[in-house]
């Protein structure tokens, strides 16, 4: 099974920290919008209203992971990699109080992972 998202083993380290902090039932999102730099925010239930404009991509450490339509229509033929940088984002992620933030990296999926996935192929752009 191919995963649309993954978290590195940092990433699952912070992870488990902040339900030990704030509880189990944390979630995360990517909205691609200017103030959160386009990177995966983790916040508590009620925190963030999911709706018609995000996609559930799986989960990550036991928490869902959301990302906004627009920027997942960008983003399709690639498989996210939530990993941990020092330092604070300086937005509103639950991490960002422990001097740390979420980063985002991704790899694109090979043809055989995009037919799994049924996500057609990427078009080349145009000469």
């Not at 709706?51 to 627009?70: R, S």
């Not at 933030?101 to 145009?126: D, K, N, Y």
Request: hydrophobic letters at 40%.
């Amino acid at each position: 099974m191919v995963n649309k998202v993954i978290a590195t083993p940092a990433a699952l380290e912070l992870i488990a920290f902040l339900k030990t902090k704030h509880g189990p039932a944390l979630m995360f999102h990517q909205s691609g919008g200017c103030c959160d730099n386009s990177a995966a925010n983790c916040f508590l239930p009620g925190e963030i209203t999911m709706g018609a404009g995000d996609v559930y991509l799986g989960d990550i450490g036991g928490c869902p992971f959301y990302m906004g339509k627009a920027q997942y229509d960008y983003w399709q033929h690639t498989q996210l990699i939530i990993d941990v940088l020092e330092g604070q984002s300086g937005n509103f992620s639950l991490e960002s109080p422990e001097g740390k933030s979420f980063h985002t990296r991704s790899r694109v999926f090979t043809p055989a992972e995009l037919a799994e996935l049924g996500i057609a192929a990427p078009t080349a752009p145009m000469p």
